[in-house]
């Protein structure tokens, strides 16, 4: 989670200059607007409340919970949202001391820049979410939970540009999207200001403009290279640097004569591990003994860098899991003096937003397989960090 919250994002401001006292009236009056209605005692509600505030943080709770008696709700510190947006309450009192004991099982913090429309400065603000899951939900479901939710808020195309926006879709995921989130903590918090927003990585799309790569046979294998385990189609490749799908088949093929890629299905190309013998290609990973779980995890950025290692494992097994949808897996497990290792790949290269997040993805899924892990280390150049 920690690479894909590395990112930063610009959210736009009005030109209030106090956007502290702003935040507080946008959280508290967010709903104020909407038709209010009965709630039904017999579901769940989403009940946000503010927890605490000080001169630069506000701190905000949304939790899932039965409303058993509408006596409870009957207040005008509380507010009943109806039409598109039933079963949200919005709770205007803030929360009294005590509450949940339990500590979150999860917290990641993210920035975003804040753009003052009328002076054009930027305010850095650090968002922390805390998240509690459901009873039902495993354990080791919860960073994968955690993750597929802080995506789908966050994502560029979407991103919410507003204090309100933000807070809503909070509340309309937790409602519709992911039931097995108990309660929810979002910490807002003010930092320095700036007059420049900093340098902001750039996305695929961006960092190839005004740039035209020769293709060439040994650039066609870098890129197979660079997505393995995912293996990519002739029209992905030809997409990325505007070429002629036509030219890239032709270098495909001799690729494939040469042995060095080979077909999947949907006309998918992937690389051949020539020199390790026993990889294994898998629809799951199998279920291991205690004593063959991994301890330390290696993660290579580069195809090259993975053999590297590869060569450093002795007694190794390597499992390979592709799929069509998501992303392919590639784990090596073996001994390296008297530890016993998984290594696996970036399915993606370089400093670009999808790479950023390819790191964190990858890293979950790992940490979700082998639970025993202690130590994970980045090894190589770092073209993925």
């Not at 590395?6 to 935040?23: C, D, L």
């Not at 510190?77 to 979150?104: F, L, M, R, Y």
């Not at 060095?260 to 992937?270: C, P, R, S």
Request: proline share 4%; net charge negative; glycine share 6%.
């Amino acid at each position: 989670s920690q690479a894909v919250a590395s990112q930063s994002v610009t959210a736009q401001t009005s030109g209030e200059p106090n956007s502290s006292s702003r935040k507080t009236d946008c959280l508290t009056f967010v709903w104020s607007v909407t038709e209010e209605t009965m709630v039904d005692t017999t579901q769940e509600q989403i009940v946000m409340t503010p927890k605490g505030k000080t001169a630069n943080s506000t701190t905000l709770m949304i939790e899932r919970r039965k409303i058993k008696d509408e006596n409870e709700i009957k207040s005008d510190k509380i507010h009943v949202a109806g039409g598109a947006h039933q079963g949200i309450i919005i709770n205007k009192a803030t929360a009294s001391e005590g509450g949940d004991e339990v500590p979150a099982q999860l917290s990641l913090e993210f920035r975003v820049y804040l753009v003052n429309a009328q002076t054009g400065t930027h305010t850095q603000e650090s968002r922390t979410l805390q998240f509690w899951f459901s009873s039902r939900l495993p354990d080791r479901d919860h960073p994968t939970i955690a993750q597929e939710f802080f995506k789908e808020l966050v994502a560029p195309q979407e991103f919410p540009r507003d204090y309100v926006g933000f807070i809503k879709k909070m509340m309309k995921l937790m409602q519709h999207k992911y039931p097995t989130i108990r309660k929810l903590e979002i910490i807002l918090r003010q930092l320095d200001e700036a007059h420049t927003m900093p340098t902001r990585p750039l996305s695929a799309d961006e960092s190839i403009l005004g740039k035209q790569v020769e293709l060439t046979e040994e650039k066609v294998l870098e890129l197979i290279e660079s997505a393995y385990p995912n293996p990519i189609t002739a029209e992905d490749i030809a997409r990325e640097h505007n070429w002629e799908e036509e030219l890239v088949v032709g270098h495909l093929l001799e690729l494939q004569r040469k042995g060095l890629v080979k077909a999947m299905d949907h006309g998918a190309y992937t690389r051949i591990v020539q020199h390790d013998t026993n990889v294994q290609v898998v629809k799951q990973m199998p279920t291991m003994v205690k004593a063959k779980q991994p301890t330390i995890a290696i993660i290579t950025a580069q195809y090259c860098e993975k053999l590297a290692v590869d060569a450093m494992i002795e007694n190794k097994e390597t499992f390979v899991r592709y799929t069509t949808v998501g992303e392919s897996n590639v784990y090596t497990l073996g001994n390296m003096g008297a530890h016993r290792i998984v290594c696996t790949k970036l399915p993606t290269v370089g400093h670009t937003r999808e790479a950023m997040t390819a790191a964190g993805n990858t890293t979950t899924r790992l940490l979700g397989t082998f639970q025993q892990v202690e130590y994970v280390f980045l090894v190589g150049v770092g073209g993925g960090v």
